[in-house]
């Protein structure tokens, strides 16, 4: 949930200037205490430490081909929830949130216009097989970013996660494949640039 919010405030990044997160530690916050005790990461940090460390440049404008679920309040809601920011030193992310919560998606993305064998491929995910999983005491590493394999460019495209580490195991039908066609940088005369804070 918290990786969809980030996303969401990058994607508005030309309305939205500022985010504040209001409790940073214990009860609902990034990092949790014990009195006289230790401190560790709680789930909800990691999302907030990559959007830190990579969401900063230019965000890019995805138009996103997904498997949709239905909802009686929204209608019909994307399963692929993401954006892609472009960094100065020409770094590119990708921010993705798969929101069903019983298969995983397979991600391809046009990446011709920015020469993707230029640089290193990693993918990292943050998943867990109980959605409710949370870093407690006793467990204080049990839900981090884990490095994924398989993840390749071929041709300018980009092709990956069809089982994130720590998913749950597949449904007997095979993932839906969403397409991100190629990546476009949001108009000049409109300009989505999020700013290090």
Known sequence: MVGSLLITLLRHCDRVTAAC???LVNVIAPIMTEPDGPAWRQTIFHPFADAARHGHGQVLRLALDSPVHDTARYGEVPLLH???VQQEDGTLTVFAVNRDSTR????TA???????MAGQVTHTALADPDR????????QDRVTPKPVTGTVTDGGRLSACRRCPGTPSPSR???ERPQVPPLDPVPPHNPRTSKER
């Open 82 to 84: 993401a954006t892609a």
């Open 173 to 175: 039908s095979p993932p």
């Open 104 to 107: 995983p998606l397979e991600l």
């Open 132 to 139: 409710h999983a949370a870093n407690t005491l006793q467990h």
């Open 21 to 23: 997160l209001a409790q």
């Open 110 to 116: 046009d990446l011709r216009a920015f020469n993707p």
